[in-house]
């Protein structure tokens, strides 16, 4: 069993930037797909960032969707266990409430919350403009 915790979302001016955390329990947190979603009201759940579990050659890729690149960067502490997301440059439309999500399954499509077994509350992002 995966319990994910996150902070940090909040209230940021147009063009400003918030650090999310994600907190991780499991023994085997260093191979789990770490991902970041987001949904909008009356929206649905959006593939936001992932970062993959250790590969064979010992470290992790990432995966963003395109209106993000740039200006989100995902990163994790195994050490920790502990996934952030960094936003910067943050637009209006970036308000959601965002979920961290584990996969500690096979890979698949990280683009697609059903490769998640494990999700946090949300912690809501509101950019003002």
């Known amino acids: 069993q995966v319990q994910l915790v996150e902070s940090g979302g909040g209230l940021v001016q147009d063009g400003g930037s918030l650090r999310l955390s994600c907190a991780a329990s499991g023994r085997s947190f260093g191979t789990y797909d770490m991902g970041w979603f987001r949904q909008a009201p009356g929206k649905d759940r959006d593939f936001v960032a992932a970062i993959t579990g250790i590969s064979r050659w010992g470290g992790s890729s990432t995966r963003y969707v395109d209106s993000v690149k740039g200006r989100f960067t995902i990163s994790r502490d195994n050490a920790k266990n502990i996934v952030y997301l960094q936003m910067n440059s943050l637009k209006p439309e970036d308000t959601a409430v965002y979920y961290c999500?584990?996969?500690?399954?096979?890979?698949?499509?990280?683009?697609?919350?059903?490769?998640?077994?494990?999700w946090g509350q949300g912690t809501q992002v509101t950019v003002s403009s």
């Open positions: 999500a584990a996969n500690t399954g096979a890979p698949g499509n990280y683009y697609n919350p059903r490769l998640y077994d494990y």
